[in-house]
Structure formats: structure tokens, C-alpha cells
């Protein structure tokens, strides 16, 4: 069981950034790919970003590519999600997730998940 924690949501001007922590903390985090998620109002979860933990392997969804970028810190047991250049359609509640290396990555309901945190992009 993996334990996570966002933080960095916020509301900020379309053009603007902003940067999400997620704090993991449990067993076998090296065995995890870790992830971001997000939900717009109405909407169904989807995939954001994901990134492994024991090497530097990252995916994105195309509305993100090129604007966003995930990282991680070993030392700090975090993952980083930096999002630049934000726009309207940005707006959501944006859930960290751990999962199995073995598990789907773009699959909305596997792994562990954080509370979420708010993400709103004014225009």
C-alpha cells in the first residue's frame, strides 16, 4: 500500500504555471510508476503524465506534451508535476497515483491515489 499527498493546486491566469508535489511514502515504491491524473467537472478522469521511479522513463497525453513536465525525487520520495504555458481546459482536480509497473498506464481506476488538488486556469 502506497500512501500520497498533492500539493502546489492553485488558481493562476491562462499563460501562467504552477508545480504539484506528490509525497509517496510505503512499500516497494522502486516497484511503483508513478502518475498524474486529472478530473474536469462533468468529466471522466483521465491520464496526465507518468514517470518511473528507478529510472527516467516518462509518458504524456498529447494536450499536455511539450507543456508539461514530470519529474521525481528519489531522496525525497516526490514526484513533480511542472505545468507551463496553463490553459482554461487545464482546469481540474489533479490526483497523484501509484501503480504496478505491470499495470496499465492510462487506466483511470488501478493503483493508489492521493486526495487530489485543485488546479484552476482563469482567462
Known amino acids: 500500500q502506497v500512501q500520497l499527498i498533492e500539493s502546489g493546486g492553485g488558481l493562476v491566469q491562462a499563460g501562467g504555471f504552477l508545480r504539484l508535489s506528490c509525497a509517496a511514502s510505503?512499500?516497494?515504491?522502486?516497484?511503483?510508476?508513478m502518475g498524474w491524473f486529472r478530473q474536469a467537472p462533468g468529466k471522466e478522469r483521465e491520464f496526465v503524465a507518468t514517470i518511473t521511479w528507478s529510472g527516467t522513463i516518462t509518458y504524456y497525453a498529447d494536450s499536455v506534451k511539450g507543456r508539461f513536465t514530470i519529474s521525481r525525487d528519489n531522496d525525497k520520495n516526490t514526484v513533480y508535476l511542472q505545468m507551463n504555458s496553463l490553459k482554461p481546459e487545464d482546469t481540474a482536480v489533479y490526483y497523484c497515483?501509484?501503480?504496478?509497473?505491470?499495470?496499465?498506464?492510462?487506466?483511470?481506476?488501478?493503483?493508489?491515489w492521493g486526495q487530489g488538488t485543485q488546479v484552476t486556469v482563469s482567462s
Open positions: 510505503g512499500r516497494n515504491l522502486l516497484t511503483q510508476r
Open positions: 497515483n501509484a501503480r504496478s509497473l505491470l499495470a496499465s498506464i492510462r487506466e483511470s481506476n488501478v493503483g493508489s
